[in-house]
């Protein structure tokens, strides 16, 4: 399949939401329990176990 499921653009806007390695520690406190998270900090939580999504 060589279509790109994303547009460079929506690219480029994914990467604005990675989480800078403060937030992920903070996030990976909480990897026992995600459900409890807020729906922001699950989205973060769940785009930082992506490999090499930075």
């Known amino acids: 399949m060589s279509e790109a499921i994303f547009s460079m653009d929506s ?3 994914l ?3 990675t989480p800078v ?3 992920h520690a903070l ?3 909480h990897k026992e329990d ?3 998270l807020a729906r922001a ?3 973060l939580y769940e785009i930082s176990k ?3 999504y930075e």
């Open 50 to 52: 992506i490999p090499h």
């Open 41 to 43: 900090d699950r989205f």
């Open 21 to 23: 390695v403060e937030k």
């Open 27 to 29: 996030l990976d406190e």
């Open 11 to 13: 690219n480029e806007q």
């Open 34 to 36: 995600i459900e409890s």
């Open 15 to 17: 990467l604005k939401f």
